[in-house]
């Protein structure tokens, strides 16, 4: 089917275009080479610019920031002298021979560069990991783009470093939301929230309020979030709410309409009105807050001896401190992948997936397993690689969690996904890659 897809004019430009991008990344270590030449031969202290990057600046006409870049690189990526005039290798190696071959650009030269800078401030870390990372870092950069590169660049910090930056006592108070009355009577407003269960909670609910309400609504992102927390506020202004300043009066109600039916439960409220209008809306209870479901992910080892950190589901990192805290206050869901207790076989049972398998694909899959794509769990559909319909198990070697486009994609029957010792594999049609090299999806994962 892929194969005639692309008719022979087609795939050429297709040929060229991608020999241009080629060309491009080689003409870009070039460059990176020719800024060497000019700091070995002092050019700016000639010239009078005192460096390379105000030389840039002004022969080059691009910004302080750009400048400052190109020169970093070039002393990253270039062959050193030593003081003894002997020469050196690059301090990047590896990344600089796929550099210089134009596999990898400046982007994921960048997400390299600042991940080695991050390593360099480990303690312990010995000098054949460091430059072990280096070289499974550009070893990915050669099939990840610089997005998902930095995925895996995280994941590797967390491996040689997995306390991390344990936040100073007293960082609530970094929190914080300012809003400015105008004189027109809008708001506006703009917040911060450090701690990351905090922002996972937000998250939750704003996102879930946010939904659109069908292919055709025509709100952007950021407008559905705004109206989502309107939502929130209205709900709280009603009778029962978080913020009703009424229930005091008749605590056993919640209202001050002295008629009303003693037997009256004390968390009785009425259902917030829906954002569309359905028929005959009716009132009813409302549960109050009560205990938070945590879904998270850690070492019990590392949990016990108050070292290490966990994952929360959107992959923000929390130190065990806080990990302990949440514990006092939420339900827990262990994530034992495989344990008596989670049943992740359903085989043809049925169709869907059981909570267990979904929170199993959450955990392995991170969001959209899709090599080239960072969308959220909550925003991804539990995909059958050989379908129900065909006989295909609802098992956790038989799904990949995909979003909304890239399970339209698959479907598409150009690209074939495939899981291989518990990993998805994802082959590309040939007109994206002429050999089909499969690409490892889901969760970025350090080898131990």
């Not at 002295?258 to 917030?272: H, K, R």
């Not at 397993?369 to 098992?395: D, E, K, Q, V």
Request: proline share 8%; charged share 30%; aromatic share 4%.
């Amino acid at each position: 089917m892929s194969e005639r897809v692309l008719g022979v004019v087609e795939r050429e430009a297709l040929d060229r275009a991608r020999t241009r991008l080629v060309a491009l990344r080689v003409e870009q270590f070039r460059l990176w080479g020719d800024i060497a030449e000019l700091e070995r031969l002092g050019v700016a202290e000639q010239t009078g610019d005192r460096s390379s990057v105000r030389l840039l600046q002004e022969c080059g006409n691009v910004d302080q920031p750009e400048a400052k870049r190109l020169v970093g690189e070039a002393a990253d990526l270039t062959a050193r002298v030593s003081l003894r005039g002997e020469p050196l290798p690059p301090r990047l190696p590896v990344t600089a021979t796929v550099a210089e071959s134009g596999e990898i650009h400046s982007g994921h030269v960048t997400v390299i560069r600042e991940t080695m800078t991050r390593l360099d401030r480990v303690d312990g870390l010995s000098v054949a990991d460091w430059f072990g990372a280096e070289r499974t870092l550009a070893e990915h950069a050669r099939v990840l783009p610089p997005r998902m590169l930095r995925r895996y660049a995280k994941a590797l910090i967390e491996h040689f470093d997995p306390d991390g930056d344990v936040p100073p006592e007293g960082e609530g108070a970094c929190d914080e939301l300012q809003v400015v009355r105008r004189r027109d009577g809008s708001l506006a407003f703009k917040g911060h929230l450090h701690d990351p269960s905090d922002a996972e909670a937000f998250l939750e609910v704003i996102d879930g309020l946010a939904v659109p309400f069908g292919p055709d609504d025509p709100r952007s992102l950021e407008r559905r979030r705004l109206d989502g927390l309107k939502d929130l506020v209205h709900d709280a202004r009603r009778p029962g709410g978080l913020a009703d300043d009424t229930s005091h009066e008749h605590p056993d109600t919640g209202t001050d309409d002295t008629g009303t039916d003693d037997t009256e439960s004390d968390d009785e409220a009425l259902i917030p009105e829906p954002r569309r209008p359905e028929p005959s809306p009716r009132p009813g209870p409302v549960d109050r807050p009560g205990r938070a479901l945590l879904t998270i992910t850690m070492d019990h080892r590392w949990l016990q001896q108050a070292i290490g950190h966990g994952t929360l589901d959107s992959g923000a990192l929390v130190d065990p401190h806080t990990v302990r805290r949440l514990a006092c206050d939420a339900d827990i869901v262990p994530i034992v992948l495989g344990s008596r207790s989670e049943p992740l076989d359903v085989g043809r049972l049925q169709r869907t997936v059981t909570d267990a398998i979904r929170r199993a694909l959450n955990l392995r899959d991170g969001g959209c397993a899709f090599p080239s794509c960072s969308r959220r769990p909550r925003r991804c559909h539990a995909h059958h690689i050989r379908y129900w319909f065909h006989g295909g198990p609802t098992r956790l070697d038989n799904l990949v969690l995909l979003c909304r486009f890239h399970h339209q994609l698959i479907h598409a029957g150009h690209w074939n996904v495939e899981i291989h010792h518990g990993r998805p594999w994802f082959t590309p049609p040939p007109w994206i890659d002429p050999d089909q090299q499969p690409r490892l999806g889901g969760r970025p994962r350090v080898p131990l």
